[in-house]
């Protein structure tokens, strides 16, 4: 059967029955440990290969009770396993622990994310939901988000994802680890390597700064703005449209306007993406651009609009066929700056007509 790694001995590579740690932090099988040391006299780790001055082994209870607890959740259909609700007290217990600096017992909360990542969640499970519910529980997730392993910042933010899911109350969450807690979830985000980790950090953020306003001022404090819109030129279709919909949740607030006008690569990164990349990322894009126009008209930033092709794209959008709350919002923000952008030999002067503008 395949098992997490951190069960694994790095000597047999079999699943550990009793773990044991030596000085140097590493953890192995009993048996293949005395064997390497007391037998073959050896006076090395043999994972790090440091030097071993000390030869206590020391037993791993927190470890074992994991691997069983683990074992209990994987055996066969004719061995009954415990009670859902043990295993979970008993990861939970585990996940706790990440309070103590102690590397053995990080290590082996790690691994309780592991196995929690693999429950599934729904608003039906209600003791499940209220197990997730334990302030405690959530503290010690977010402290993996920000100090985990790789491994185990991608198992606490897809547990995140199950959780937004089923509209769980991120609000003591945000209110206890406050502007750290987006920070986290942003390096997720900005990840080239674990795209799966990206694309969770992603939703989570969308289901939290949708459901409170106060969030997305935590986010925007968190740097939120500058980091979407540095990674939006570079995103494929499924990545651009979640980051133009928070881009848009942010800027639905006057901090995160700020922040977009001020940056930059803003307004060309959306006009860009308009009419590019889907009649989704379309969408949004007008909305944001409808968003800056309505309540930040400055000359700069009008100017901008024109001179990175995002006049030339809502005009482009006169032309579709039908009606929508989309065109309807083209029309009123060139009626709204019509009179400005007219001024430039690129703005189809068959359209002053269409808009109402006078000379």
Request: charged share 25%; hydrophobic share 40%; net charge positive.
């Amino acid at each position: 059967m395949d098992f997490p790694q951190h069960f694994r001995c790095p000597i047999s590579m079999e699943l550990m029955k009793d773990p044991v740690t030596i000085s140097t932090g590493v953890t192995y099988e009993r048996k293949s440990i005395e064997k390497w040391l007391f037998s073959y006299k050896k006076t090395t780790c043999p994972t790090t290969m440091q030097s071993i001055d000390n030869y206590t082994i020391t037993p791993n209870h927190t470890l074992k009770r994991l691997i069983l607890s683990w074992q209990g959740g994987n055996s066969h259909q004719s061995s009954p396993p415990p009670p859902p609700s043990s295993r979970h007290d008993e990861l939970i217990s585990l996940l706790n622990t990440t309070k103590n600096p102690d590397f053995i017992a990080f290590r082996a909360c790690e691994e309780a994310l592991g196995v929690l990542h693999q429950l599934s969640l729904s608003e039906e499970d209600e003791k499940t939901m209220k197990l997730f519910s334990k302030p405690d529980l959530m503290k010690a997730m977010a402290v993996m988000l920000q100090r985990g392993s790789t491994e185990a910042r991608f198992y606490t933010i897809s547990i995140f994802q199950k959780m937004v899911m089923v509209e769980f109350d991120w609000s003591f969450v945000i209110q206890d680890q406050g502007m750290d807690f987006f920070k986290s979830i942003l390096e997720l985000v900005s990840d080239e390597i674990c795209t799966k980790a990206s694309s969770c950090a992603l939703q989570v953020l969308i289901e939290i700064l949708s459901s409170s306003k106060k969030s997305r001022l935590k986010a925007i404090e968190a740097g939120a703005i500058c980091i979407l819109i540095e990674l939006l030129p570079d995103s494929n279709r499924s990545k651009c449209e979640k980051i133009m919909e928070l881009i848009k949740l942010l800027c639905e607030c006057a901090e995160g306007r700020l922040g977009f006008v001020e940056h930059g690569l803003g307004i060309a990164a959306i006009s860009k993406k308009i009419l590019n990349v889907s009649n989704c990322a379309t969408k949004i894009g007008v909305k944001i651009l409808w968003l800056i126009c309505n309540f930040h008209p400055q000359e700069r930033v009008l100017e901008e609009i024109l001179v990175f092709g995002g006049v030339k794209k809502i005009v482009a959008l006169l032309h579709i066929d039908g009606r929508s709350s989309t065109k309807d919002k083209v029309v009123k923000i060139l009626k709204l700056h019509g009179s400005s952008w007219r001024r430039y030999p690129c703005f189809p002067s068959e359209l002053k007509d269409y808009l109402g503008l006078k000379e």
